[in-house]
């Protein structure tokens, strides 16, 4: 997203650079810095303001922290990217949310990928292409159901908390037992992030090992697809997943 921040700033200068001119330039308004009294005012105020325009506009699209989108109006994979993206700022986290990020990434484009290759070697009519691309949408609702999960535990995650429960440790100011269980509870933050992730990094996997075998089938039934080893895993994984989420 941060190449739609520069073009935005790229418009609103060459915004401000066409505005100047237009108003600068003797053949156009005839505002002149140094000629009549209101003329010179016009044009300072005109430099000045766009000076303002520029380093707003810039700190607005490149510094200020974007609002946090609330997790139930999150839709699309650019909401996710977004919410996500916020979160980069918590340093104890940081890693792991630019491996959520990357995994978002390559979740999209494996998508595209599959529903290409299934375009290509089946009409959208047909049973095994319905069957094929029912399972791919239905691994991808799964992948952004653990990236829900993940905003919903970094949405309550106190950052300077865990640090000042980390720095106790060895000179504790509470009693052993209510140590351990503060470390306790931020040890399942961290447990909680890294579990979603491996998830989804293994539906990754099988979406690849999906696409493989598409790919270097020449032909099959549609009652085979479900014989597939990678069906038969994807439909593991999403059964089980789902056992757990309940």
Known sequence: MTYIKYIKL????????????????????????????LSTATGVTLLF??????????????????????????RTHEDYVEALTHYRRVKTLENDITFALEQLDRMRKKKDTLLNVLNQRFDATELSYKKFASVTLEVEKLFYLNVRSILNRLN????????????????????????????SVYNEYLSFMKNSLGTNEEILLKLDKLLLEISRLDSFEPGDIENMPCMQEIDALIKQTKYYKQ
């Open 10 to 37: 790229l418009g609103i200068i060459l915004g401000v650079v066409v505005l100047n001119i237009l108003v600068l330039s003797p053949g156009f308004l005839g505002v002149e810095i140094g000629g009549s009294a």
């Open 49 to 74: 303001a766009s000076a303002l325009a520029l380093l707003y506009g810039s700190y607005a699209l490149l510094f200020k922290q974007p609002a946090v989108l609330p997790i139930k109006q999150i």
């Open 156 to 183: 309550v995650f106190d950052e300077s908390e865990f640090k000042r429960v980390m720095s106790q440790t060895s000179t504790p100011q509470f009693s052993r037992e209510l140590l351990q269980e503060k470390t």
